[in-house]
């Protein structure tokens, strides 16, 4: 079986017992449509388990994004000349993943030895931006976000990593014209498209992102075999 789930954002105990759940074995594959890490305090514990098993994928969100760009760059005591030597641009980066949740992957990544925080980088930086899969004649276009400023000739590989990773996507008009032809993804909580913590259905549009790390919200996975959802 193929599943996607996202949005882990560090309940690496919602994880496992998602993974128990669906009865997950070397047979199935797992697509992790994105964030993993952040505002959660064990999204690199997760991360550890998903690069020892060949049959999970990782699909890069916003919050991978942020942390591959700042991680590199705080591998250093933080100092004022540290701060100083930094390029405003990075300055506003390394803010925004603070603000966003990053303080709990900084603090995670502190604890790992050096050799887990190189194998970690590499692995983000090898993560897919996206993936089309065919499964009972139905395609399945996998990405963090969804396909931002879309446009009906644009292939995919044509898309900047913003528009893949950080857009809000109208999901009733992203045009896919092909009623077998489906866009998976997270990134926007379904509690803020439906208020309920249910996988989103529009038109050729799937919402998974449940909100896993909120107190409403649940981590949702879906057998794209089945179209069977699960929730923890």
């Excluded at 528009?163 to 379904?190: K, M, N």
């Excluded at 249910?198 to 179209?227: N, P, R, W």
Aim: aromatic share 10%; with cysteine.
């Amino acid at each position: 079986m193929i599943y996607v789930m996202s949005d882990l954002h560090g309940q690496y105990d919602k994880y496992k017992d998602m993974l128990t759940q669906i009865n997950f074995s070397k047979h199935d594959t797992l697509y992790v449509l994105g964030d993993v890490l952040d505002r959660g305090e064990h999204g690199l514990k997760i991360l550890l388990d998903m690069m020892n098993r060949n049959n999970i994928v990782m699909i890069l969100g916003n919050h991978e994004y942020m942390a591959v760009q700042c991680l590199p760059i705080i591998t250093q005591d933080i100092t004022d000349e540290f701060l100083n030597s930094l390029e405003e641009e990075k300055l506003h980066i390394l803010q925004d993943w603070l603000t966003e949740g990053g303080i709990h992957t900084l603090k995670e990544y502190k604890t790992l030895t050096l050799q887990q925080r190189k194998q970690i980088i590499d692995y983000l930086y090898e993560s897919l931006l996206f993936e089309e899969i065919s499964i009972n004649d139905k395609k399945f276009i996998l990405v963090h976000a969804g396909l931002g400023n879309y446009a009906k000739d644009k292939m995919l590989e044509d898309y900047e990593l913003e528009e893949l990773v950080w857009s809000r996507p109208d999901y009733a008009s992203q045009g896919i014209d092909d009623p077998d032809t489906f866009i998976v993804c997270g990134h926007t909580p379904t509690l803020t498209l439906h208020g309920k913590a249910k996988i989103y259905h529009k038109e050729q549009s799937i919402v998974i992102d449940c909100g896993a790390y909120f107190k409403e919200g649940k981590l949702a996975c879906l057998c794209l075999d089945t179209m069977e959802e699960f929730y923890i």
